[in-house]
Nanobody
């Protein structure tokens, strides 16, 4: 699966932004697990949210719980990350990733994902 991440931009604190992770033309995610990770300058990549096996469950990092929502469309070819109440500390490059073989215990581990998008920059000004 080839992934295309989009939707990043420059916003102010408190604003909303929606990221999209699209499977390449003609492909769908099916029952793959799709996740978002982010990496801020000088920091390690961290887990943000996951859409588990086609949406049977969702998982969030504590830092975004209650502010971010991960969802998918009915065609299962796009997964979204709706980010509300953005904070300057949310500034990072956001990457989407997918894999058909994620087990629950590894859903937050970036090394578990086989397919990656190119990243989209999110900058939140104070």
């Amino acid at each position: 699966v080839q992934l295309q991440a989009s939707g990043g931009g420059l916003v102010q604190a408190g604003d909303e932004l929606r990221l999209s992770c699209a499977a390449s033309s003609g492909q769908t995610f099916g029952r793959q697990t799709v996740a978002w990770f982010r990496q801020a300058p000088g920091k390690e990549q961290e887990f943000v949210a996951a859409f588990w096996r086609g949406g049977s469950n969702t998982y969030y990092a504590d830092s975004v719980k209650g502010r971010f929502t991960i969802s998918g469309n009915n065609a299962k070819n796009t997964v979204y990350l709706l980010m509300n109440s953005l904070r300057p500390e949310d500034t990072a490059v956001y990457y989407c990733a997918a894999d058909p073989s994620i087990i629950l215990s590894s859903v937050r581990m970036s090394r578990s994902y086989r397919y990656w998008g190119q990243g989209t920059q999110v900058t939140v000004s104070s």
